[in-house]
Structure formats: structure tokens, C-alpha cells
């Protein structure tokens, strides 16, 4: 039976699942209200609020939706992605609610943005999960056999934590020979149990008697259970206890000390034995058995425990009178718990912004507040409040529900953070109170446009100021925070001067410094306005404009110039005084004037040059020039003063003015005078012409020379460039200094070389000078030794051309010294010796080689015949042994030198002497002899 008990009690639960599906009240005032079966399974559908509420379920994941509820048990949860309600936690009816047959769970779903709250009202329907169920399964029960038909003997009830139709509905007894079974409802609901006797009993016949006392309840499938009486039959007890009332009732505060009497029972026995009474809870259930106690002498019922008004309201409690003979009497406790103000109200936050923006409007919602006492009655009733003087208030939306609003406009600027103080109240006696703090910042709106400090500024600048020059710093100050009060500084386009103003000024946009972008001329510009933007970084930015004034200060720098009288160097203009002038006359006036103002445009005329001081005056002020004195006939008829003209400036500038002054009384007389006036100052004239003249011609001939040099270096950088890159069989003239006796050089010598144009595609072979080691004296042959690198050069015998005697210097065309001609010593020369080696002659004079330059550059004008450049020097002539590129041609010695040449031996005859061989040319190339091999 119990198996088909669970199945029938599945299905019941699937059918009120569904019915709950299809259950909800509509939304009025902000409550929705569900209806489901208790013992639903954790994930099962309530409900869908988005529906129920008619708005799009997005609406619950943009408003953040959640579900609060005041304890901490959470039996709803909400799936904000579809809407649906479902179920978090197993519910129990009987645990949540205990006897209470109407039971449900509220909670609230709260949504932001904007913000709303709605109370949802889930009932639990109780199902029959609960069988009725005895505190013992088993009881004895003593009864006289001398008691009367009719006699009641109370029974143990049975207890079922559901209510309405699956609560305990009936109870029988079996057997009932003896005993029937009373059953009476209480005012509280529940059902008494009792025993009646309607048959006599005999304890001699049967000493004890098996009952079975059964409960049932109204659920489908019933469900039952049963107790098992065992009644012993005792002898001898006419009368039994009987309480002095049916009901006790009573009451006692919560927080009441231990050991405190609650109520005293009483129970009175008409028989004079001596059978006492003793008193005891009958079913007491395990709380009333912690809170309370009864002693089973006296009666008196203890606190023994901690009562608490918010748990236990009231308490109801079964005693027992029961006497030595086993007759009982019973009676029941109602104590009633009165309340204390023990208990703080609580404030729970349930949203909250901890910013808002200082253009909300008034009755925008700060937070959502919810506030909650434990007590009950007036103990329970809360007001709340927030400060005063400030710009907010609280005002409640549902019961024990308030929204803190902004009351008025909010300005950052004034406050920009707000500590909003929160107090809730209850109504005991004395109340209680509990505070929370809110701190509220306002974030800023860009709603202040910077300020400048001063309405206007003027700056001073000098003039020919250098370029970015600091004029004067503007600054400008906002409100507002954060990026909204960052100012930047801009230039507002203007034009200045028909050029814009951005070419005269700059501004540094984050410092608000003003520069000048390029030197200023008071002359052309004294003073100038204009206007500089300063803006926030806000969105939109706001700005406001200042005007600047630049006024440009005047520097000395330029220098008086003047009108009159006119410099001209054309013509010569001259005042003329006459002689009969008395004393002060007014010969002329100097006017000057300076571009500059103020100090620096004080002119003063000094006297600066005159051939008579004491016959002129300049005025200091006015520049008018008089006679001193009377003009007499010694004063000469030319005179030329200098006036100068300073200005008071600081350093002072100044200007000269010449002026000619004719003493004389007709103007022919000027004339004549005055005509060396124009040479003089024509020979002025010609001079600057030519000192500048000369200027830019050396300036010119620098230019030159230095672009000459750097060609020159570029040249010879090209030619040591294509000298490396010419071929091997380069041919290389070698030149034999001339050699004193004692072995000395008689100059510097060096080396010529002449290429051909196929040259550069070979190597060039350079043969090492000689040293004065490798020079040998006038008996012997000079050698000249050569090192070897890494590479051996092949020797190469020079062989010496025949003299070519076109080649050959004319006589007359030979330089030489006094005693050139040819010497006995000389002709005397012993053999090996070649010719030319011998003793030098004696040094000419200066005369004479003064003498022979002059000669050879007159004969080298008047003759054109073509031969090598020869250097003036006195030695041994060496031209028969140069060789001459591209001809078997040498160049001869000149007929002094032959007669000493005919007194020599050939130069076969002397020892060949070991020289460096020339490179072969194309035209010089011939097949060597088995001679030349050898």
C-alpha cells in the first residue's frame, strides 16, 4: 500500500505542477502571485514574469533584474535570460510554515534603469507527504477494575504536518468489547482522543486487555498509523484526580529569566488514601520541553530556556494529573509570549547608485531601500528618515519600502560629495534605531565655461624683440572637473596689418603663454587687440574670449635724419651771409627729425666743425645757425660747417650735416669761391668708389684662389686615380741629376714620365731614386742600386742614342758662366771618367747670372725652334742621355762641351754601369740578339 501511496502522490504532484504553470494572478500595484505544490524538484517552472508583465525579457538582462528577499533562504530564482521563474531550493511546506495552512514565499524582483521593484506572492499547496504519527508506538495504561462505565481514559494524539484534507482526519479502536473510542475537536483544530468504558472489567477474569488505536488521514492515497495500547487492570482506586480548570492560560515576556514561574496546575483527589498525584507534560514536543518544565510535585511550570517572541509566538501545552491508583486527569497550558522592543530595525540597500550626475532631475532615484523589524505591534513599525538640509528625501513606495530621490538640483561645483545619513526607527519603548551611511558622489556636467582671471590684459613688448619672446601669460579658470575643466588656449583669427595675426603671435594652448613670432617695428606698428579663445575639454566644449592689448614700446633705433638742408652730391648749395650781417643773424636752419617717440626723439644740434667757432652758433634745441659776432673782411668768403644732430635716446643716435656758408655780398663772388667745393666733393665721391671698387675686387680674387686651389687638389686627386689604373709596360724616362765631385747633389731632383694612351691599361713600374749612397765620385761610374719587393723586376740594359743634333741648343743659346768654354783639366780627363763628371768650374758671379738669365729669355723669344725645357743651372750637360718617347733622336751637348766630349773615350770603352732599364714603347720595341739574351 505504501508503494502505491508514493505512485498516486507523483502524479498529484505532476498535476499541481502543471495547474501552477497555468496559475498567476495579474500584476496589481506591483505584485504578481504564483501558486505551486510544495516538494517541487530544484530547476521545476513557476512562471514567466517577463510575460506575466507583459515586457520582452531583454528588458530583465538591460535593468539587471534580481530577486531579493529579506532572509537568507532563497527558494526563487530567476532566469533572466527567458524570464522564467524557477524552482533554487526544495520547499517544505510543514518545515516552512509549520501548522500555519496558508503558506507562501514572497520575494521582490527588482529591476534598473529605470528602476522598479515587484513584489511576487509564490503559495505552497500542501500534498500529502507526511503520515500521521504516534510519539510511541507503544503505551500501558493502568486502570482499576473498580472504575465506573463511562469512565474516560485519555489517549495519545497523533500528530501530521499537513494541514487541510491530507491533516489527521479520523482514529479507530479495535477491539471494542470493552472500550469505545470518544473523539472531540479542539478549538484549535486538532482532535482528542479518549477511551470510554461501556463494559465493566473484572480484574479476576482478565488482568490486562490489547488495544490498537489507529489515525487516518484525508489524503489520497491515505495514509495511517497506529499505536498499541496495552491496559493493565489494577484493583482498588475509586476516584480520580481531577485539574482544578479545563485550560490553563497564561502569558510571560520574551527574554523572561530562567527558573521565572510561568503558571502553577493543581489536580484534587477525593480519595483519603494515601495516593499522591503527580504531574507531568503530556506529548510535549521537544521545543516546549527545552523552554519549560513542570515540577511533578507541585505543578509549577519553569522557564527553563531562551523565549523568543519572533520564534514562538504562543505555546500550548498538554499536562497530566495522575494519582497512585493510575486515574488521570488532563488539562492544557496556553501560554501567550508578549513581545519586547529587543530587537534594532534593519536597513538592506537593495540598489544603489554610487554616482550621479549633477543634472538629474529632481525625483531621480538615488537607492531602493528596504527596512525590516523583527518585533511585532508597535515594536515593528518604522519611520524613516534621512538629514536634513540637504538635497535630498526619502519616500516609500510599498510597505517597509523606500526610494531615496533627489529632492532639488544638485551643483558640483558646491558639493561635490555627499554622506547621506539614513536613520529607521521602531516604535517601541524606548525605540530603536539604526543608521547607514550613503556616500553619493555627483559626477560632473559640463556646465561652466572657463573664466579668465581679468577682464583684460595689456602687455608691453620693445620693439626689435627677438623672435618668440615671452609677451605675458593669460590663464583662465573652470569650474567644472576631470577633463571638462582642462583648458586650452587658442589664438582667435584676425588679420594684422594685412598678414594674419598667427604669423605675429603664438599661444602655447596648455599654458596660456603669448609669444611673439617675430620682431616688431614701433614705427610701423605702435599697438594692436586681440582676442585669445580659452576652451574646455568638455563635450560640447564651452569657451569665453579675453581681450589683449599690445602695446609696442619704442627702442632708439633710428637715427635722426635730415630735411634741410638737402645733401646732394650734384651741385654745391652754400648760404650766403653778407658782411654787413650784425650780431644773431640767421644764416640757415637745420631741420632733422627722428622716426622714433618720446625721449628718443629729442633732437639737439651741436656745433661740430667750423673754421671759425667764434663767428657761428648752432642752437641747441631748434637748430638755427647765427652769427656770433659782426663779420669783418678777415673772415674768409668759404666757410663749411658740421653740425651734428643727437637724439636723447639711450645710446643716443646721431647725424652730420654739412653746410656751406658763403661770406660775401653778391653772388659771382660765391662763384668763384665755391668752385673747388664741387672737386673736393667729387674727389669724395671718386674715393668711396674706389675703396669699394677695391673691396669687392680682393673679395673677388679670394674667391678665386680658393676655388682654384680645391680645383687643383681635385685634379691631382683624378690624375693619381688614372696613374693607378695605367698598365705595367708604362715607359719611364729616367732623369740623372748632375753630381758634384764629392758625390752632393747639386739640387732637388725628381722624375718625368710620359704616357701613352695605352699606357693606362697596363701596370706602372716605378724605379727607386737614387741615394746619395748609390752615387759614386768623379774617377768611378755612379751605380745606382735597386731594392727588390715582393715581385723580381727584370733587369734592362739602357742603351745610349747617337747625339741628334736637332735637338741640340745653337751656341749662342747656351747660358753658362764666364770660363764655360772647354778647360785643360777638363780635357785631361782621365779615361773612365764619363764626360760632364769632371771638376765644376768656378761660380759665376751675381753679374753673370743675372747676365745668362737675360740672354736665354731673349734667345728663347727670337728663335722658334722646338726643344725640351731646359732649367737654368750650371753642371754637367746631361742631354745625350735623355731618351725622347716615340724617336731614336737624344738630345747632344752644345759645342763647348763637345771638344771636351772628343776628349774622352767612347763611352763603350768605359765600364757599363748598372742602371734601371727604361720601358720599351712600340716605337722603340726590337727582338732582343742571343748577345742581349746572354
Known sequence: MESGGKGWRLGSLFFNALCAMALFSSRVSGQIRYSIPEEMQVGSFVGNIASDLGFEPKRLVSGKARVFTTDSSEYIGLDKENGHLVIKNKIDREELCGEISACSVSFDVILENPMELYRVTVDIQDINDNSPAFLKSKIEQEISELVLIGARFPLESAVDPDVGVNALQKYTLQPTDHFKLNVQNAEDGSKNVEMVLHSPLDREKKNHHSLILTAFDGGKPQRSATLHINIIILDANDNAPVFSQSSYKTSIVENAPKSTVVIRVSATDADESSHGIQYYFEHATPTVKALFSIDADSGDVKVTGQIDYEKHKQFKIKVKAKDHGGLTDSSEIIIDVIDVNDNKPKITIMSFSSAVSEDAAPGTVIAMINVQDLDSGDNSKISCSIDLNSPFKIISSLTNYYNLVTDSELDREQTAEYNITITAVDGGNPPLSIKEILNLKISDVNDHAPQFVQESYNAFIAENNPPSTTILTVKAEDMDWGPNAKVSYFLIDADLNGAPLASYISINSESGVVYAEKSFDYEQLKSFKMQVKAQDGGSPPLSSNVTLNIIIQDQNDNAPQVLYPVQTGASVVAEIVPRAADVGYLVTKVVAVDVDSGQNAWLSYKLQKAPDRALFEVGLQNGEIRTVRQVTDKDAVKQKLTVVVEDNGQPSR??????????????????????????????????????????????????????????????????????????????????????????????????????????????????????????????????????????????????????????????????????????????????????????????????????????????????????????????????????????????????????????????????PTEVPKAAQTPASKKKPTKKDKK
Open 654 to 911: 646721431s647725424a652730420v650735416v654739412s653746410i656751406n656758408v658763403a661770406v660775401a655780398d653778391s653772388f659771382p663772388e660765391v662763384l668763384s669761391e665755391f668752385t673747388d667745393f664741387t672737386h673736393e666733393k667729387q674727389y669724395n665721391d671718386n674715393l668711396t668708389f674706389y675703396l669699394v671698387l677695391a673691396l669687392a675686387v680682393v673679395s673677388l680674387l679670394f674667391i678665386v684662389s680658393i676655388i682654384s686651389i680645391i680645383s687643383v687638389k681635385i685634379y691631382r686627386w683624378r690624375q693619381n686615380k688614372l696613374f693607378y689604373k695605367s698598365g705595367a709596360n708604362l715607359p719611364v724616362i729616367p732623369y740623372y741629376p748632375p753630381v758634384y765631385s764629392d758625390g752632393t747633389l747639386q739640387h732637388v731632383y725628381n722624375y718625368e714620365m710620359c704616357g701613352t694612351t695605352d699606357s693606362r691599361m697596363s701596370d706602372v713600374k716605378f724605379v727607386r731614386p737614387y741615394s746619395q749612397n748609390t752615387l759614386v765620385s768623379q774617377s768611378r761610374l755612379g751605380t745606382v742600386q735597386r731594392e727588390r719587393k715582393e715581385q723580381e723586376v727584370d733587369e734592362l740594359t739602357l742603351e745610349q742614342k747617337p747625339p741628334n743634333t736637332d735637338w741640340r741648343f745653337p751656341p749662342n743659346q747656351r747660358p753658362g758662366p764666364s770660363g764655360a768654354g772647354a778647360r785643360p783639366e777638363e780635357a785631361g780627363a782621365g779615361a773612365g771618367v764619363i764626360a760632364g763628371t769632371g771638376p765644376w768650374p768656378n761660380p759665376p758671379t751675381e753679374a753673370e747670372q743675372l747676365q745668362a738669365m737675360m740672354a736665354a729669355a731673349n734667345a728663347s723669344e727670337a728663335t722658334a725652334t722646338l726643344g725640351p725645357r731646359y732649367n737654368l743651372q750650371y753642371g754637367p750637360d746631361y742631354r745625350q742621355n735623355v731618351y725622347i718617347p716615340g724617336s731614336t733622336a737624344t738630345l747632344t751637348a752644345n759645342p763647348q762641351q763637345q771638344v771636351l766630349q772628343q776628349a774622352l773615350p767612347p763611352p763603350q770603352a768605359l765600364p
